[in-house]
C-alpha cells in the first residue's frame, strides 16, 4: 500500500477501539445517574442527531477546509469534550444532559472526521480502484473487531475501575489519533469553486447524488437497509429471548457471530469484487442479507439464528467495503465531502424508520413479522437497485473517473452534468 496509509489504518483503528470504549461507558454511565428509558435514549439518540441535522451543510464544509487538518483538529478537540465529563465525574456532578451534550458533540466531531477520512483516503490512494477497495476492507476489518469486539468489554471493565476512567481512555485514543494524522503527507485541496453560499453547495452535492444512477443506487441500499435492518434489531432482543430461548450471556454470542461475519466479509470483499465484477458482487451481497434474515426469521434454534446473523454480517461487510471504495473512485475530489455526507445523512435519516416500522409491526402482529418484512424489503431493495449498480454502469463510471476525466472541473461546470450517459 501507498505511504501513510499504515499511520492512518493505524489512527482509525486506534480511535475506533476508543470509540467502542465510550459506546460501552456512556450507556452505563447514563444508568448509574437514571432508570428512566426515555432518559437514557435521549443520551443515546443525542449522538446520531448532528448527522440528521448537519449532514449536507458538514459535507460542505469539508469540501472548503483541508481534509488532513479537519480531521487532527477534529480528533484533538474531542479530547479535550472528553476531558469535561471525565472531570464531572470524578467530581460526582455528571449528569443525563451534561452526556447528552457530550454525545451530541461526539457525534459532530464524529460526522466531520468520517467525512473528511473518506475525502482524503482517495487522495492519498491515488483514486486506485484496488488499493481502495484493499485500503476500505482492513479499515473496516479494524473497526470492527475494535467498536464492536474489543472496546465494549474494555468500556465496562474500566468502568469499575471508576467513572472517569473509560472517558480518558478514550480521550487518549483521540489524541495518539490526532498526532498520528498530523504525521500525514498533505495533500493539495482541490480546485475551489466560485464563491457561492454554503446551502448551495449542500444542494449541489445532494443534487449529484440523486441525479446519478449509479451513485443513487449506492446510496440506496445502505439507507433501505437501515430500515430493514433496525426493524430486526428492534425486536431481536425479543425474539431471541420468546422464540429461541436465549438467555442474555446467549444474546451476547449471538451479536458475537453477527460481528465475527461482518470481519470476514470486509476480508473477501476485495477478491469477490475481481471475482464478479464490483456492480455484480454488491447485488449478490445485497441479496445474501435478504436470505439471511429470511433465515433468521425461520430459525428453529438458537444455532441457525447465529448461522444466519453471521452470514448477514458477512454480506454488510462486504457490501460496506465494495460500496464506499467505489464512491471514492468515481466522485470528484471537490465534491467527495458532499456525496459522502449526504448518503450517509440518508442512511441516518433511514434508521428510525426502521426502528419504528419493526416495533409497531412485532406489536401489531407477530414477533417474527418485522423480520420477515425486512427479508422482503431487503429482497426488493436488491431488484431495484441491480440495474442501477450493474457491472456495465460501474466500468463506464470508473472509465470516465481516469485522472485526466477526474480533475476539479471549473466552477461555472455544473458537475452534476460531469457524467451525463450515468444520468436519470
Given at each position: 500500500?501507498?505511504?501513510?496509509?499504515g499511520?492512518?489504518?493505524t489512527?482509525q483503528?486506534i480511535?475506533?477501539l476508543g470509540?467502542?470504549v465510550?459506546?460501552?461507558?456512556?450507556p452505563?454511565?447514563?444508568l448509574?445517574l437514571t432508570?428512566?428509558?426515555?432518559a437514557?435514549a435521549?443520551?443515546t439518540?443525542?449522538?446520531?442527531?448532528p448527522w440528521l441535522?448537519?449532514?449536507v451543510?458538514?459535507?460542505?464544509l469539508?469540501?472548503?477546509w483541508?481534509r488532513?487538518?479537519t480531521?487532527?483538529?477534529v480528533?484533538?478537540?474531542?479530547a479535550v469534550l472528553?476531558?469535561?465529563?471525565?472531570?464531572?465525574a470524578?467530581l460526582?456532578?455528571l449528569?443525563?444532559?451534561?452526556?447528552?451534550?457530550?454525545?451530541?458533540?461526539?457525534?459532530?466531531?464524529g460526522?466531520?472526521?468520517?467525512?473528511?477520512a473518506t475525502?482524503?483516503l482517495?487522495?492519498?490512494?491515488?483514486?486506485?480502484?484496488?488499493f481502495?477497495?484493499?485500503?476500505n476492507s482492513?479499515?473496516?476489518?479494524?473497526?470492527?473487531?475494535?467498536s464492536?469486539?474489543?472496546?465494549?468489554p474494555?468500556g465496562?471493565?474500566?468502568?469499575?475501575?471508576?467513572?472517569a476512567?473509560?472517558?480518558l481512555a478514550?480521550a487518549v485514543?483521540?489524541?495518539?489519533?490526532?498526532?498520528?494524522?498530523?504525521?500525514?503527507p498533505?495533500?493539495p485541496r482541490?480546485?475551489p469553486?466560485?464563491r457561492?453560499?454554503?446551502?448551495?453547495?449542500?444542494?449541489v452535492?445532494a443534487?449529484y447524488?440523486f441525479r446519478?444512477?449509479?451513485l443513487?443506487?449506492?446510496?440506496?441500499?445502505?439507507?433501505?437497509g437501515?430500515i430493514?435492518f433496525l426493524?430486526?434489531?428492534?425486536?431481536?432482543?425479543?425474539?431471541?429471548?420468546?422464540?429461541?430461548g436465549i438467555?442474555t450471556?446467549?444474546?451476547?454470542?449471538?451479536?458475537t457471530?453477527?460481528?465475527?461475519g461482518?470481519?470476514?466479509g470486509?476480508g473477501?470483499?476485495s477478491?469477490?469484487?475481481r471475482?464478479l465484477?464490483?456492480?455484480?458482487?454488491?447485488?449478490?451481497?445485497?441479496a445474501?442479507?435478504?436470505l439471511?434474515?429470511?433465515g433468521?426469521?425461520?430459525?428453529?434454534?438458537?444455532?441457525?439464528?447465529g448461522?444466519?446473523?453471521?452470514?448477514?454480517g458477512?454480506?454488510m461487510?462486504?457490501?460496506m467495503?465494495?460500496?464506499?471504495s467505489?464512491?471514492?473512485?468515481?466522485?470528484?475530489?471537490?465534491?467527495?465531502?458532499?456525496?459522502?455526507?449526504?448518503?450517509r445523512?440518508?442512511a441516518?435519516c433511514?434508521?428510525?424508520?426502521?426502528?419504528?416500522l419493526g416495533?409497531?409491526?412485532?406489536?401489531t402482529?407477530d414477533?417474527?413479522?418485522?423480520l420477515?418484512?425486512a427479508?422482503?424489503?431487503?429482497?426488493?431493495?436488491?431488484?431495484?437497485?441491480?440495474?442501477?449498480?450493474?457491472n456495465?454502469?460501474?466500468?463506464?463510471?470508473?472509465?470516465?473517473?481516469?485522472?485526466?476525466?477526474s480533475?476539479?472541473?471549473?466552477a461555472?461546470?455544473d458537475?452534476?452534468?460531469?457524467?451525463?450517459?450515468?444520468l436519470?
Open positions: 500500500m501507498p505511504s501513510g496509509f499511520r492512518l489504518w489512527a483503528t480511535s475506533s470509540d467502542g465510550s459506546h460501552a461507558a456512556l452505563l454511565l447514563a448509574t432508570r428512566d428509558p426515555m437514557l435521549v443520551v439518540a443525542a449522538g446520531t442527531l441535522i448537519f449532514g451543510l458538514g459535507g460542505a469539508v469540501d472548503r483541508d488532513r487538518r480531521m487532527w483538529v480528533d484533538a478537540a474531542r472528553l476531558a469535561i465529563p471525565a472531570a464531572a470524578a460526582d456532578v449528569s443525563i444532559a451534561l452526556l447528552a451534550a457530550v454525545a451530541f458533540l461526539l457525534g459532530l466531531g460526522l466531520f472526521f468520517d467525512t473528511a475525502a482524503y482517495p487522495d492519498l490512494l491515488g483514486r486506485d480502484p484496488a481502495l477497495e484493499r485500503a482492513r479499515l473496516r476489518a479494524a473497526q470492527t473487531a475494535m464492536g469486539f474489543a472496546g465494549p474494555a465496562s471493565a474500566l468502568l469499575a475501575l471508576g467513572r476512567v473509560p472517558l478514550d485514543s483521540f489524541i495518539l489519533s490526532a498526532l498520528l494524522v498530523r504525521s500525514l498533505a495533500m482541490p480546485v469553486e466560485a457561492e453560499s454554503l446551502l448551495r453547495q449542500a444542494r452535492g443534487s447524488v446519478d444512477r449509479l443513487l443506487g449506492l446510496a440506496l441500499r445502505p439507507a433501505v437501515n430493514a426493524a430486526v434489531e428492534t425486536v431481536l432482543a425479543l425474539f431471541a429471548h420468546d422464540r429461541l438467555d450471556y446467549g444474546f451476547g454470542l449471538l451479536l457471530a453477527e460481528a465475527t461482518g470481519l470476514l470486509a473477501i470483499a477478491y469477490l469484487g471475482r465484477g464490483t456492480g455484480t458482487a454488491l447485488t449478490c451481497t445485497a445474501v442479507e435478504g439471511a434474515i429470511l433468521l426469521a425461520a430459525a428453529p434454534n438458537p444455532y441457525v439464528a448461522l444466519a446473523l453471521a452470514v448477514c458477512a454480506g461487510g462486504a457490501t467495503v465494495l460500496g464506499p467505489l464512491r471514492q473512485a468515481i466522485v470528484p475530489a471537490h465534491l467527495m465531502g458532499r456525496v459522502t455526507s449526504t448518503s445523512m440518508l441516518m433511514a434508521a428510525p424508520v426502521g426502528a419504528f416495533g409497531w409491526l412485532a406489536t402482529y414477533i417474527r413479522t418485522p420477515y418484512a427479508a422482503v424489503l431487503l429482497l426488493a431493495m436488491t431488484a431495484v437497485t441491480a440495474s442501477m449498480t450493474s456495465r454502469r460501474v466500468e463506464a463510471a470508473l472509465r470516465a473517473a481516469t485522472p485526466a476525466g480533475r476539479d472541473y471549473p461555472s461546470k458537475p452534476a452534468q460531469e457524467r451525463a450517459p450515468d436519470l
